[in-house]
């Protein structure tokens, strides 16, 4: 295991793409909360927890999961999926390790974000960071608890990582839950909506939506069902990968 | 290391890909891989590395790959030439592929710097010629020095000199008493490179013995005879019932004979002779014999023999 996380590692750090997507997210990190903070309206404050939760922001999950989607997107694209296999035979390993990796990644720029915007923070107009004030964050979302942001993060970059699992296609891994966020699950709830209202049980149970409803401090229970929804997608993911032929 | 492929079988579909193969390959011997376009060789390497799901056991050592560790020091495979991350640097490919194995970086440097690519070691092998990419894939699977290597077609696009190089190399290899197992479309290459040689055709076994016993297999083995008498000469051969073909003025050839043999023959009937030559058949005419029946694409603008086979089947 630790040769494969090894593998990982080196795998991830050794292509431009990483360096790029990681300073393109810190970057959208600190623009979104700079703006509001050195740009935002007369009397604009937020609390320290409200701008540590700027990362939650879909936009920032979605240039994040570029590398989620990169992590098993990049070994089918240009066959390296072989070359893995050839070094890892056992499946599970591989599907572990990338897992991992992707994680300790993920904790590794939550921590630089914060970082980034403790920096903003501190350089802030004196009262716009204040101890007390609106936990409302930058993108809007009442933030409830810190460990959410990392946590929504990982299982979107986990539900993003399977869907290129079973899909064995990056662009398609990166738009999916996009797609999902912004497009489908909004026109899916208002058809069935229409159609019926004994479907609720289904338009209540979506992944994107209870992923936004949680990171919008609408409540735990729906980071339980997004998680379910993550875990669901990847075991699909896992199943599938250690079934089909690389 | 000895390799043993039991059983292995896989279909795609309706195509019977691989047909219950079993071969074994030894050590300290070239074992040639050999097949028609669509035969199933890519397939049976796949199927050996455990890269794709089928029937069947490939044991190394009496164990299943998995079974080993680390992989890389059992088995170097290179199954393409363009498996590679075309920005990855060819020494940071390298560097995650021996991270397996605890390879160093001083490993690195002196694989790279065998195959050849010492000058390109920090480029992107995305511009790589395909003869480049054949030999970085080449030092990704010698990069653990392996007991077993196993490689798809290692000598395409390479020019000569370094054809002439991948021989040496192999059969040294070979010689330090590891398995090396490897297909190719070259065959007067592999006459010169291989002990022993696995041929299929269709997915299934045609051969599986020393290249000499293969080549001996050829029914075209002729002897070329030159004599200001090549009439009487083959007046007495059919007398014996051998059948002479006329090959242009004051020669014939004899089919299925031995020098010696007609050598003896002319001697006794008082014949004599300018020029006396066997006609060995080459890898590639035995080949085209054996496999002939066995081609799922031909030249000449026919049609795939069972229009089942589909681009699954990479071979």
């Given at each position: ?246 | 290391m000895r390799v ?21 390959i030894e050590p300290g011997r070239v074992t040639g891989f050999l ?40 088995v170097g495979?290179h ?32 694989v790279?710097?065998l195959v050849g ?17 054949q030999r970085?894939g080449l030092a990704?699977a010698i990069?653990?020095d392996p007991q077993v290597l196993m490689l798809d077609e290692p000598a395409n696009?390479l020019d000569p000199q370094s054809i002439q190089w991948l021989r040496e190399f192999l059969r040294n290899y070979a010689a330090q008493g590891r398995s090396v197992f490897v297909s190719s479309?070259l065959l007067s290459e592999m006459e010169l490179l291989a002990d022993n040689v696995v ?10 013995e020393s290249m000499s016993?293969f080549l ?67 890898l ?32």
């Open positions: 295991m630790i040769a494969a996380l090894k593998y990982e590692w080196r795998r991830l750090w050794s292509i431009r793409a990483t360096y790029v997507v990681s300073v393109a997210y810190l970057a959208l990190v600190g623009l979104i909360a700079g703006l509001s903070i050195f740009r935002g309206h007369p009397g604009y404050s937020i609390s320290w927890k409200g701008l540590y939760g700027t990362p939650a922001f879909i936009l920032c999950a979605v240039i994040i999961s570029v590398v989620a989607a990169q992590t098993f997107g990049h070994e089918y694209r240009y066959g390296l999926i072989r070359l893995t296999l050839s070094e890892f035979p056992n499946r599970s390993v591989v599907i572990l390790a990338k897992a991992t990796i992707l994680m300790v990644y993920i904790l590794g720029m939550t921590v630089l974000a914060w970082s980034l915007l403790g920096l903003i923070g501190a350089l802030a107009p004196q009262g716009v960071v204040a101890a007390g004030a609106s936990n409302m964050s930058p993108s809007g979302a009442d933030v409830s608890a810190l460990w959410v942001v990392p946590a929504f993060t990982i299982g979107y970059c986990i539900f993003t990582m399977s869907l290129t699992m079973i899909t064995r296609n990056l662009p398609l891994g990166i738009i999916l839950p996009l797609l999902l966020a912004t497009f489908v699950e909004i026109l899916l709830t208002g058809l069935l909506t229409m159609i019926s209202s004994h479907l609720s049980w289904l338009t209540n149970n979506l992944p994107m939506t209870n992923a936004m409803a949680w990171i919008s401090g609408q409540g735990s229970h729906h980071g339980v069902v997004f998680g379910g929804w993550v875990l669901a997608a990847f075991a699909i993911g896992s199943a599938v990968f250690i079934k089909r032929d690389a | 043993d492929v039991n059983n292995v079988d896989k279909r795609f579909g309706k195509l019977h890909a691989v047909k219950d193969l079993s071969f074994s097949g028609p376009n669509g035969s199933g060789k890519s397939t049976t390497m796949r199927l050996m590395l455990g890269l794709d799901n089928g029937a069947g056991t490939t044991l190394f050592d009496g164990k299943p790959l998995v079974s080993h560790k680390p992989v890389t020091r059992v495979a199954l393409d030439a363009k498996f590679f991350h075309p920005k990855r640097a060819a020494r940071a490919h390298l560097r995650m592929l021996g991270a397996e194995a605890g390879i160093t970086n001083k490993r690195v440097d002196e790279i710097e690519l010492a000058g390109v070691a920090r480029k992107r092998p995305g511009g790589f010629s395909l003869g480049m990419g970085l990704g990069l653990a696009g479309h041929v299929i055709a269709r997915g299934a076994l045609v051969a599986d016993d001996a297999r050829a029914t075209n083995n002729t002897v070329l005879v030159r004599s200001p008498d090549v009439v009487r000469l083959a007046s007495v051969l059919a007398s014996k019932g051998i059948e002479a073909t006329i090959a242009g003025e004051g020669a014939i050839t004899v089919a299925n004979v031995t020098p010696d043999f007609v050598g003896e023959v002319a001697f006794q009937a008082g014949v004599q002779l300018s020029e006396l030559v066997g006609q060995k058949a080459s590639e005419d035995v080949f085209i014999e054996l496999t002939e029946s066995g081609q799922d694409y031909q030249v000449g603008g026919a049609s795939p023999v069972h229009g089942a086979a589909d681009s699954q089947v990479n071979s």
